[in-house]
């Protein structure tokens, strides 16, 4: 079992910045990716970013160049720093543990960026 758990959001004016974290716990071992998602009111939760255990980074073209995935191995915490937000980042940000033969989310955290 692993356990996610996000933080960090909150509310930002356009341009600002946020750093959200999701620390991990349980048989952290077994993480072989980190996800961030995000699901805005009346949407479908889309795909931000991952990461890989072996460092490979992928980001949707939504946020590339203004967000940037990171992960502390020793912390068993990964990062997502937001920069340069629009009010369309606006939504929850969810962490999720890519593990064999599961998968786990968090409970997410909430970002809101005001016009």
């Known amino acids: 079992q692993v356990q996610v758990v996000e933080s960090g959001g909150g509310l930002v004016q356009a341009g600002g910045s946020l750093r959200l974290s999701c620390a991990a716990s349980?048989?952290?071992?077994?993480?072989?990716?980190i996800g961030w998602y995000r699901q805005a009111p009346r949407n479908q939760r889309e795909w931000v970013a991952t990461?890989?255990?072996?460092?490979?980074?992928g980001y949707a073209e939504s946020v590339k160049g203004r967000f940037t995935i990171s992960r502390d191995i020793a912390k068993n915490t990964a990062y997502l720093q937001m920069n340069s937000l629009k009010p369309e980042d606006t939504a929850v940000y969810y962490c999720?543990?890519?593990?064999?033969?599961?998968?786990?989310w968090g409970q997410g955290t909430q970002v809101t960026v005001s016009s």
């Open positions: 999720k543990a890519f593990t064999t033969p599961r998968n786990y």
């Open positions: 349980g048989r952290t071992a077994s993480i072989n990716a």
């Open positions: 990461i890989s255990d072996r460092g490979t980074i």
